[in-house]
Structures are given as structure tokens and as C-alpha cells.
């Protein structure tokens, strides 16, 4: 009995897969700088990312919430387009390639990730508790295209609010276990059951 061959269109729509098209990227909040921003670029020249309707976002907008908004597109000056981050192209604290655990070619995936960002809309708000912005629009895109971090980037997601990390660190050495930020899914659960 011999054993197929494995064709070009099989490792194509292979799974598990690292998908090299789409590069992951993260920025961690900073303390008195910014709230941080998560992105995905796709070949380099298409990239989403979710942002508060309102630049720069007041106080009451950031712990109340308001309309989200697509790579910033209804602020010119940050050079946000439909198809493009502001952030598109910068530098950002993590970057990695996904994994697909999704079996479907690369042009499906992007299929669907397209399609995901056209049909999408929702509120922005930054909290300690799991609320649409920028970190669960990745995640929620995620869920939805069969995309995960894959091993060795689950730490990208960061440690949460940083003004509350003090905190955390005091709980987990005095629990022993460490706490997951409040306002990320915990490991292996999805955006959808968390939001609220």
C-alpha cells in the first residue's frame, strides 16, 4: 500500500499552520502614554485595527465607550484608510504570523477576514473588563477566521491595565497563580463569551 503524496493544494489548505501572509502586531499600554493598539497587516499593503470615533479619546469616552471605528478613518490627519491602520508598516512591541488551525487556502483566509472587517461594527471602550477595542476586535477576528497565536506569542497579549499590574503581581505571589488580566479572554475562551 503506498502512502498519497502530498499535493501542492493539500499543504495549502493545511492545518495547523503558521500563515505567513499576515503579520500580527501589538503595542503595549503605557502608563500616562497611550492605551497601546493591536493590529493585523495582510501582504504588506492592507492592514485593520479598531479605534475610539472620537481623537483624542476624553476620559469619559474611555471608561463610558463610544462608537468604534475602522483604522481610524474618520481622522484624516492619522492617515487612516479603509484598507489601512494608521499604524501600517510601524514597528510594534510583538509582531508574529499567526497560526491557522482552520483548514482553507490563504486566499480564503483573507476572504474572510475581509469579510469579518465589512460586516463588523460595535462600540470602543477601554476597561478592566472584557469591552470591544483594538485587543478583542484581533481576538474577535481571530475567533472568527480559525486564526490563533500560536506557541510562544500568547504572552504578546501583555499583562492588562498597567496601572493595575502592581496589584496582580501582589495577588499572584500571594496566591500563587497567576491572574490573567480582567479585561483580555482568559486562555481557550472566546471574545464572544466574555463581552458583555
Same mark, same amino acid.
Given at each position: %500500500?503506498? +502512502?498519497?503524496?502530498? *499535493? @501542492?493544494?493539500?499543504?495549502? +489548505?493545511?492545518?495547523?499552520?503558521?500563515?505567513?501572509?499576515?503579520?500580527?502586531?501589538?503595542?503595549?499600554? %503605557?502608563?500616562?502614554?497611550?492605551?497601546?493598539?493591536?493590529?493585523?497587516?495582510?501582504?504588506?499593503?492592507?492592514?485593520?485595527?479598531?479605534?475610539?470615533?472620537?481623537?483624542?479619546? /476624553?476620559?469619559?469616552?474611555?471608561?463610558?465607550?463610544?462608537?468604534?471605528?475602522?483604522?481610524?478613518?474618520?481622522?484624516?490627519?492619522?492617515?487612516?484608510?479603509?484598507?489601512?491602520?494608521?499604524?501600517?508598516?510601524?514597528? $510594534? @512591541?510583538?509582531? &508574529?504570523?499567526?497560526?491557522?488551525? #482552520?483548514?482553507? +487556502?490563504?486566499?480564503?483566509?483573507?476572504? @474572510?477576514?475581509?469579510?469579518?472587517?465589512?460586516?463588523?461594527?460595535?462600540?470602543?471602550?477601554?476597561?478592566?473588563?472584557?469591552? %470591544?477595542?483594538?485587543? +478583542? &476586535?484581533?481576538?474577535?477576528? &481571530?475567533? $472568527?477566521?480559525?486564526?490563533?497565536?500560536? *506557541?510562544?506569542?500568547?504572552?504578546?497579549?501583555?499583562?492588562?491595565?498597567? #496601572?493595575?499590574?502592581?496589584?496582580?503581581?501582589?495577588?499572584?505571589? $500571594?496566591?500563587?497563580? /497567576?491572574?490573567?488580566?480582567?479585561?483580555?479572554?482568559?486562555?481557550? /475562551?472566546?471574545? *464572544?463569551?466574555?463581552?458583555?
Amino acid at each position: %500500500m503506498t +502512502t498519497p503524496q502530498p *499535493t @501542492d493544494e493539500m499543504a495549502e +489548505t493545511e492545518a495547523p499552520r503558521v500563515v505567513e501572509r499576515i503579520l500580527v502586531k501589538r503595542n503595549e499600554p %503605557m502608563t500616562w502614554r497611550s492605551y497601546g493598539h493591536w493590529w493585523i497587516e495582510i501582504d504588506g499593503r492592507e492592514s485593520y485595527g479598531w479605534w475610539p470615533s472620537r481623537l483624542p479619546a /476624553r476620559l469619559r469616552d474611555v471608561i463610558g465607550g463610544c462608537d468604534g471605528v475602522l483604522n481610524a478613518v474618520h481622522h484624516s490627519a492619522l492617515g487612516g484608510t479603509r484598507t489601512r491602520d494608521p499604524n501600517h508598516g510601524l514597528l $510594534a @512591541d510583538h509582531e &508574529f504570523h499567526p497560526v491557522l488551525v #482552520a483548514p482553507k +487556502t490563504d486566499d480564503a483566509l483573507v476572504a @474572510d477576514i475581509r469579510a469579518f472587517i465589512q460586516h463588523f461594527k460595535g462600540p470602543w471602550r477601554w476597561s478592566t473588563r472584557p469591552t %470591544m477595542n483594538c485587543r +478583542t &476586535f484581533q481576538l474577535a477576528l &481571530f475567533d $472568527a477566521v480559525g486564526l490563533v497565536d500560536g *506557541t510562544g506569542n500568547y504572552r504578546t497579549r501583555g499583562q492588562g491595565c498597567p #496601572a493595575l499590574v502592581p496589584g496582580r503581581r501582589v495577588l499572584n505571589v $500571594a496566591t500563587g497563580q /497567576r491572574r490573567w488580566p480582567g479585561n483580555l479572554p482568559p486562555p481557550g /475562551r472566546r471574545v *464572544t463569551e466574555v463581552l458583555r
